[in-house]
């Protein structure tokens, strides 16, 4: 066994998290080409970190060395989300992954396909009536709508006023994340940290009472009804699911999925996506492949182990690099190139992906949140073409979500029956 290239330097003084904050990408990359290695050692959150970047890495990481290793959030999000499955250990969180599951699992796709249908077709039906429309702005409002229809039974047209309250609370209390978990409050100041606590409650209250009110039928019957050990378990787990993290990773996707698809030479693409499903997946594999929503994720060690042929001391951190293993160049020819067609010669092998964590640990709405962003996109390539207007900088940020620096706008075209983008002529002639 090796042991990782790199130095976690001195405690403090040899911290490199002002440097990963400000540009991951590069940190990682940077590393992992003055090392030549996909696997390193630096200093993250003041404490050894060993970063991977390589797929076999990842897979062992998540798979069978799963039991090895501890999530590495509770620090930094428990206070923020309160206790649920990101935080508990692995026979906790089996348990969860099970409860939760029952709720939102493969098989409970066919119940709610037409909640998701229902939406995509108003918020999207109208995107040819503006010059250009601000894509993430608006995958992000259908998401959150999405959201909270399914995890607190609430509709946006019927309940505007406490609709808006939700997501200002929401957007509150994801303010704290990327917050200095500073909870001080004065006269003339309150911190990020404690507006974030204070929305936390308040939502909680929100959600009680909408749990309190279910009626007979809806989608949150079966909550209720999934084997929570407690009331509080469930809000809890209510307060994950009705956060911004679920909207603005499926924005962000399904952004990404519009500038990758966008303007005259993806024409014949996007008519192939239309009319073959098979094509789409792999258009949305590969979208999932270059510009995941999520940076990746962290682990402590709690024994002893290897990792990819790397020695990994008990008690180190871990943090896997999505966007790095995604372009192991081992795995994937050309990997910084947009090629969907790599997923045909691959047989959509999709477990070479981490979009969505992996193994036990994995994302339990991972069907939830693909049937989601296939039904929009979909609903995209047979009804319209787009462009993205030149100029604009298309440069990602990567944490805590990953997007475009400038939310970016694109030109939506109405399809004509023949395929072709409907034009003032032809609406006159039909």
């Given amino acids: 066994m090796a042991t990782p290239k790199g130095s976690a330097g001195y405690t403090i003084i040899g911290d490199k998290s002002a440097e990963f904050y400000k540009n991951p990408i590069a940190f990682a990359n940077w590393r992992m080409e003055e090392y030549g290695s996909r696997v390193f050692l630096s200093r993250l959150l003041n404490k050894p970190t060993v970063f991977i970047g390589s797929i076999n890495g990842v897979k062992e990481l998540t798979g069978e060395k799963n039991a090895h290793f501890d999530m590495g959030y509770r620090a930094f999000l428990q206070p923020i989300f309160g206790d649920n499955i990101m935080f508990d250990v692995p026979t906790e969180a089996a348990r969860l992954h099970r409860v939760i599951h029952l709720m939102y699992g493969a098989q409970t796709i066919p119940s709610i396909h037409n909640l998701i249908q229902k939406l995509t077709k108003k918020h999207f039906t109208s995107l040819h009536k503006s010059q250009c429309v601000s894509v993430y702005n608006v995958f992000k409002r259908f998401a959150t709508e999405l959201s909270l229809a399914l995890f607190l039974g609430l509709d946006a047209d019927e309940h505007p006023e406490i609709t808006e309250s939700i997501i200002a609370l929401t957007t509150t209390h994801w303010h704290g994340i990327i917050s200095i978990p500073l909870s001080l409050r004065v006269s003339m100041f309150t911190s990020t940290f404690s507006r974030a606590l204070e929305a936390k409650g308040k939502l ?41 993290l679920v909207p603005k990773a499926l924005a962000s996707m399904m952004t990404s999925f519009v500038l990758a698809t966008g303007g005259p030479d993806k024409k014949a693409l996007r008519r192939q996506a239309s009319s073959e499903s ?153």
């Fill in 204 to 244: 909680l209250e929100i959600i009680h009472e909408r749990l309190a009110h279910i009626q007979d039928g809806s989608l949150l019957e079966q909550m209720t009804q999934a084997g929570f050990q407690t009331t509080a378990e469930m809000e809890q787990h209510t307060l994950l699911f009705t956060s911004a």
């Fill in 278 to 430: 098979e094509c789409l997946r792999h258009i949305l594999l590969e979208v999932e492949r270059l510009w995941p929503p999520f940076l990746g994720g962290r682990r402590i060690a709690n024994r002893e182990c290897v990792i990819d042929g790397y020695k990994i001391p008990k008690d180190h951190a871990v943090v896997y690099i999505t966007h790095a293993a995604h372009r192991d160049p081992t795995v994937f020819s050309h990997p910084e190139t947009f090629r969907p067609e790599r997923w045909s010669e691959r047989g959509s092998d999709a477990s070479l992906l981490f979009t969505y964590g992996g193994g036990a640990r994995s994302c339990v709405g991972t069907a939830l949140m693909k049937t989601s962003i296939e039904t929009v996109c979909k609903y995209l390539v047979d009804h319209y073409d787009w462009s993205v207007p030149a100029g604009q900088d298309l440069s990602y940020k990567w944490l805590p979500v990953s997007r475009p620096k400038e939310k970016p706008v694109a030109c939506f075209k109405t399809r004509h029956p023949s395929g072709e983008p409907m034009t003032a002529n032809s609406v006159n002639h039909s």
